[in-house]
């Protein structure tokens, strides 16, 4: 039986003997409020009031609650600053009272160059202190007038209502990146992270919206940050453009998974001591039906903004453990971004592609880069293990470009590191490069792991590399990433056997014996 209506009443809240206001409820309770405030939950659900919550509080208390609440939900907790809806609300009203007066007013966006890095690296709590250290250094910089908030993230949006001419503005985004430049003391880590600025000016000869503002100052800070790190950049109409050819861009990408667009590509990986091919690191491929290759450094960053890149990069592990069948002499590299040990769930993905693709756990190898490994590292070091107990094959990529820790590579086995083209670049040539390199192949051994030298692209390379103990290469001197097509074919029809004898140029090829830059080919047969 639902129970009949409820008979309301207005009881008299007093606080410290005061009266401090009234507060409609249920006839029986007014004997409580009369004491005490009380907060109530309700749901209504097909005509009954149904009762979730209930608590108690003196009324000096729930006021300082709601205080807090009220400051909360138009502010950021972390610096204090007004958040993006108060300054929605602030620049909304400014624009009228701009435009009304007829003076200038200028919106600056800005955000901290490699933050990202900081945070996934050394950890939330070292990039919060990022956060109110720069916060500290942009507001002594501003007018009384100025008006700073927090967007989100490391973004930040200044507007300037007195001083907002361009040279105004200019002024106080120079000042701004100079001061962000320095660098910072991050639980005495020394970190250099700096900044890029986007500007607008509102146009008093046009009516213009104020959240077309800020996106026109986002568009000018996207500009500054593809140009050159560090720098500012004012509003052009032509940006406009841009901004609908990225939005385009980002909704094609949803659809290339279902329509068939995303390829893998394979780029061989040699034994140095056979000269053979022994694996394959698989990288993706996007095949616009329109635009044609889109190369990766124009769309991974869109996936990684969208979060496009958990469904791709399963994609990317199922089409690796299915293309696997097909040589199955070889194993297959998979690199893994941060976001899907953070946000996906890596391993499962891994053991249902294996166990549907029937393929040896020992064949398949996930390659991390420090980055992943150094933040959150308990939950990231279980996940690894998880992998690895599977049979796994765990590779640390791009070794010696962020912050290696020695400490960090013994609480785990990996099988593999991978020294990064950059050194490879100046091996032969340059002391500390070689040195550099040395270190890592011994630091590998003496941990029980391979060696992977990434960016070989000449044959005095490898024999370097092999003369230091490097036991596996990669790099356009083996092959360019090639379609699967090309890769059966080279392992068909080529060798690198003048790897495997000690030092010595001749090889079983029909090229030209001076030509050191390119792999062989096998004599025809028969």
Not at 164 to 185: E, G, K, M, V, Y
Not at 273 to 299: A, M, Y
Not at 398 to 412: A, K, V
Request: hydrophobic share 40%; net charge negative.
């Amino acid at each position: 039986m639902l129970p009949g209506p409820m008979i309301v009443t207005t009881a008299p809240v007093f606080d410290a003997g005061i009266k401090a206001g009234n507060l409609e409820v249920t006839q029986s309770l007014r004997p409580l409020v009369e004491r005490s405030f009380m907060v109530f939950l309700f749901s209504s659900l097909i005509g009954t009031l149904i009762f979730l919550a209930m608590r108690t509080l003196p009324l000096g208390v729930l006021r300082r609650a709601i205080d807090h609440a009220s400051f909360l939900a138009s502010h950021d907790p972390l610096t204090k600053l007004p958040n993006r809806t108060l300054f929605n609300d602030w620049l909304d009203n400014a624009v009228a009272d701009t435009e009304r007066r007829q003076k200038p007013l200028a919106v600056l966006c800005l955000d901290l160059d490699h933050f990202r890095d900081i945070n996934d690296i050394l950890g939330h709590a070292v990039g919060d202190e990022l956060l109110t250290q720069a916060t500290a250094r942009i507001k002594a910089l501003l007018e009384s007038n100025d008006f700073l908030a927090r967007l989100g993230g490391d973004e930040f949006a200044i507007v300037q209502t007195d001083k907002a001419r361009p040279h105004h503005a200019t002024q106080l985004a120079s000042q701004i990146i100079s001061a962000l430049a320095r660098p910072f003391d991050l639980d005495g880590n020394e970190a250099h992270v700096g900044a890029s600025v986007g500007i607008t000016i509102l146009n008093l000869d046009e009516q213009t919206e104020a959240s077309t503002l800020l996106i026109q100052a986002d568009l000018a800070l996207y500009r500054a940050k593809s140009k050159c790190r560090g720098s500012l950049q004012f509003f052009a109409e032509e940006m406009n453009e841009q901004l609908l050819i990225r939005k385009q861009l980002k909704g094609d990408l949803r659809r290339a998974i279902p329509e068939g667009q995303l390829e893998l590509e394979f780029q061989p990986q040699v034994d140095l001591t056979t000269g053979k091919v022994i694996g394959v690191e698989c990288l993706l491929r996007w095949s616009h039906p329109t635009k044609g290759r889109v190369p990766p450094d124009q769309f991974i960053h869109l996936a990684e903004e969208s979060g496009l890149i958990i469904p791709i990069g399963d994609w990317v592990i199922c089409q690796a453990c299915a293309q696997a069948n097909d040589w199955p002499e070889l194993k297959f590299a998979v690199n893994v971004c941060p976001i899907q040990f953070r946000q996906g769930n890596i391993v499962e993905t891994v053991r249902n592609a294996l166990e549907a693709e029937g393929v040896s756990p020992n064949r398949l190898e996930i390659e991390i880069t420090e980055g992943i490994l150094l933040q959150n590292t308990e939950e990231t070091i279980a996940i690894l293990t998880e992998l690895k107990a599977m049979g796994v094959r765990i590779a640390m990529d791009d070794f010696g470009t962020g912050y290696s820790s020695l400490n960090y590579l013994r609480r785990f086995d990996f099988d593999k590191i991978k020294i990064d083209q950059s050194f490879i670049a100046g091996l032969g040539r340059s002391t500390e490069s070689d040195c550099i390199i040395q270190a890592v192949i011994d630091l590998g051994a003496s941990l029980g792991m391979t060696s992977n030298a990434e960016g070989v692209e000449t044959l005095a390379q490898a024999r370097k590399l092999k003369q230091q103990g490097c036991k596996e290469v990669q790099g356009y001197f083996f092959g360019r990433p090639m379609p699967s097509t090309s890769i059966q074919e080279l392992l068909v029809d080529h060798d690198w056997m003048m790897l495997a004898a000690d030092d010595t140029p001749s090889r079983s090829t029909d090229t030209d014996p001076a030509d050191v830059s390119r792999p062989g080919r096998k004599k025809a047969k028969g």
